[in-house]
């Protein structure tokens, strides 16, 4: 019996002692969050200098528990919070749920872009649907073409002009992994074959590019914000998606 107590005692003071160090590797924000509701424009320049929604961030509730990333965003998709970044030690990033009490166009802006962030999420872990693609050279793209290669899928079209500015910045990074054999870097867009031909003639771009149906793009990719870029795993599997250049070089770095 006063052995069974013993234990009980010391699992206790375990769990008391992780709860602890948990507690000390994040503490505050890093911002008054009742001035920042009180004004959108300041509360946006926040949001984009210090909030990655797509990042593998710990999300923290109201009451101060951590919970997944998935439950996170489900809970700002109700409009009713903001994340705000917290102090925390060198390496994680912890976002927190604050209550918004402002009504102001805050409200509207972080439910859109939580419902996208979620969207992006259900991506990761499943397959790209019907992968079979032969590209501009001829060159087919299928699951056993691409088996233990990680590819770097681009979803795009000639007039999306984001997706025509970044093409120099992509470009780079084709150059900066060109040593890497098992890493591949494939675009696909819903234009003609001959208008991505005479684009390409005129606008170097250095991925591999196919054409697909805008059908494909939209309704078996589930693609509606362009650029999107899918990174697929050496097992097919889908590791990550992204719409924007910077997010796809660092997540390209921490994952190689």
């Not at 809970?75 to 390496?91: A, C, E, F, H």
Request: aromatic share 10%.
């Amino acid at each position: 019996m006063k052995l069974l107590r013993n234990i009980t005692i010391i699992a206790i003071i375990i769990l008391i002692s992780s709860c602890q160090k948990k507690q000390q590797e994040y503490a505050n924000p890093n911002v008054d969050t009742d001035k920042l509701q009180k004004n959108s424009l300041s509360w946006w320049t926040y949001h984009n200098d210090f909030i990655d929604l797509n990042s593998e961030f710990i999300g923290i509730n109201t009451n101060n528990e951590e919970i997944d990333k998935k439950s996170f965003l489900e809970r700002l998709t109700s409009g009713l919070y903001i994340p705000v970044k917290l102090n925390s030690i060198p390496g994680k990033e912890y976002y927190k749920l604050i209550p918004l009490t402002e009504k102001n166009s805050i409200a509207i802006t972080i439910k859109r872009e939580s419902k996208h962030q979620l969207k992006l999420l259900s991506f990761e872990g499943n397959k790209i649907p019907d992968l079979s693609y032969t590209d501009l050279t001829g060159k087919k793209w299928n699951s056993q073409t691409t088996k233990n290669k990680i590819i770097v899928l681009k979803c795009w079209f000639i007039r999306c002009q984001p997706c025509v500015a970044e093409i120099p910045k992509l470009n780079k990074l084709v150059h900066e992994y060109a040593n890497r054999k098992d890493i591949e870097f494939l675009s696909i867009a819903f234009d003609p074959e001959q208008d991505l031909i005479e684009f390409l003639e005129k606008e170097q771009f250095d991925y591999a590019t196919a054409s697909v149906s805008k059908d494909y793009m939209l309704k078996t990719l589930n693609v509606n914000t362009f650029p999107t870029h899918f990174i697929i795993g050496k097992d097919g599997k889908i590791l990550k998606v992204i719409n924007d250049h910077k997010e796809l070089k660092h997540y390209l770095k921490e994952l190689i």
